[in-house]
Each structure stands twice: as C-alpha cells, then as structure tokens.
C-alpha cells in the first residue's frame, strides 16, 4: 500500500492494518522528513486518544493529516505503532 500527497509518496508498505476503513501503516514506513508534529489530539471511545501528524510537501502543508495512538486502548492494540491519513491523502495498491 502506498499513501500520497501532493504527488509524494509519504508512506509504502505491504504491512498495513486495516481498521473501520483506514489503513494503518507502520510508522517506520512514513517519510520522516515529509511529517510535522501537531498539537492536536482527539478520542476513540474504543480506540483511546489519537495524536496528529502535518504533512508538508515541496512548500505546501496538509495539517493533522495523519494520526496515530500512542497509548491505544486493548480492544485497538493492532494499530500500536501505527499512522493513518486522511484529508486529501490518497492511500491505495
């Protein structure tokens, strides 16, 4: 699977979790250098507490466009170390 932005590839793998529609891709397979932290967080009854990662690609930002847990809760411990995008980012084969 691969995740892309802005024409850039920000993630690959062949590892990925699919949960509620979204894949998770292991953090190790997301460019470092095309992630920003955020300050932003929202809550899963089921998951726990997400935290936000901005993209920015060749000068242009996508903020809290991708999220991943921390601290997932047991009934979400698959997606440990994991990052899922939205907002325009196009995750596909």
Known sequence: MKAIWNGTTIAESDDTVVVEGN???PR???RDDVVRPSATTSVC???GTASYLS???DGKANPDA????????D???EITGRVAFWK???VTA
Do not use: I, S
């Open 88 to 90: 325009g980012v196009e």
């Open 55 to 57: 993209l920015e690609v």
């Open 75 to 77: 009934a979400a411990r």
């Open 45 to 47: 009854p089921w998951k």
């Open 28 to 30: 190790t397979a997301v």
């Open 23 to 25: 894949h998770y891709f």
């Open 66 to 73: 991708a999220w991943f847990y921390p601290e997932p809760k």
